[in-house]
């Protein structure tokens, strides 16, 4: 892939309507494959398509914010100009923040003053983001929303911190570690609250399954201490698998709507080639796009009376 994959000066940018749409949009984790998922988002903030509810597990809950703020490109900048910068990712971040990825810097320097997050935009009560951590006493998906736990970008943080090579966070009192150890595609818990409108930004290939065995002898040597954390790692695999064979069927039932990588491309969870992981953010760009007429339609199928914007 040429250099210009890789062009930062190319992704869209500017301010996503206020203009909400009644829905949730939910996005599935990992880690630097979430790129994916904001190309699926700088789409539908394109097309003046902004969901009143937004939940996320790690990596979708990190980049999911931008879509909640409104900034279109932002959740692809980060990782496109910084993914190589020691404050972002590497030992120094380890060394400072006992995680790979730098939290001290994304939600401090990056998130203050080099790519500001729109706080006024994020704390707009009409619209709902909720961050997906897994609570380490339980083994159980942990579910912080914006204005009901006491900080909701200590929650992100949790929601992104990957089990055996990060230190625990402690959100309200419960210890916690990456969304994906319990639950790696929250779409239950937006039928569950209700929700018609149902959308899932995925970032494996539609085929992608994984090995219900592995990691379990890990997850138990690693956790001994911590034996429901450890026996929800080592059913994560499995878990995944039914939920993504679950998704398939609502959406040939029309109950939900989901974005899905439209070829598989070898997009490691550490992408160090910055070409590939470019490439991965256009990918999620162009699906959403095309799909964009099919989207309106299960919009307007589940909800006859919504009022959708304009194709731009």
Known sequence: MGSKT?????????????????????????????????????????????????????????????????????????????????????????????????????????????????WERLDDPRRRFVAVATNCRTGQPEYF?????????????????????????????????????????????????????????????GSFRRDPRRGRFLARLAYRNWPALAESLGRSNADYNRQCDTLDALAREGRIFQFVPSRPMDIGRMEADMDKLAAWYWLGLEDARASMPALRAYLAQRSPGISLPEQP
Not at 9 to 19: I, W
Not at 25 to 40: D, F, I
Not at 97 to 105: E, L, M, Q, R, T
């Open 6 to 118: 890789y062009d930062i000066s190319r992704l869209p940018s500017g301010m996503a309507s206020t203009d909400l749409t009644p829905g949730c949009l939910v996005l599935e984790g990992g880690a630097l494959r979430g790129t994916y998922g904001a190309g699926v988002m700088d789409a539908l903030m394109l097309e003046g398509i902004n969901f009143s509810c937004v939940i996320g597990t790690s990596a979708g809950a990190l980049n999911g914010v931008s879509y909640v703020t409104g900034q279109i490109g932002r959740s692809a900048r980060i990782p496109l100009r910084y993914r190589h910068d020691p404050r972002y990712f590497g030992m120094r971040a380890l060394m400072r923040n006992k995680s790979p990825f730098g939290f001290d810097f994304m939600f401090g320097e990056l998130a203050g003053r080099l790519d500001p997050i729109d």
């Open 145 to 205: 929303e914006k204005g009901v736990c006491s900080d909701i970008c200590l929650a992100m943080r949790a929601s992104g911190t990957m089990p055996y090579v990060s230190a625990m966070v402690d959100v309200d009192g419960i210890p916690c570690l990456d969304g994906g150890c319990s639950c790696k595609i929250p779409f239950q818990w937006a039928l569950d609250n209700g929700f018609e409108h149902v959308v899932v930004a995925r970032t494996r290939h």
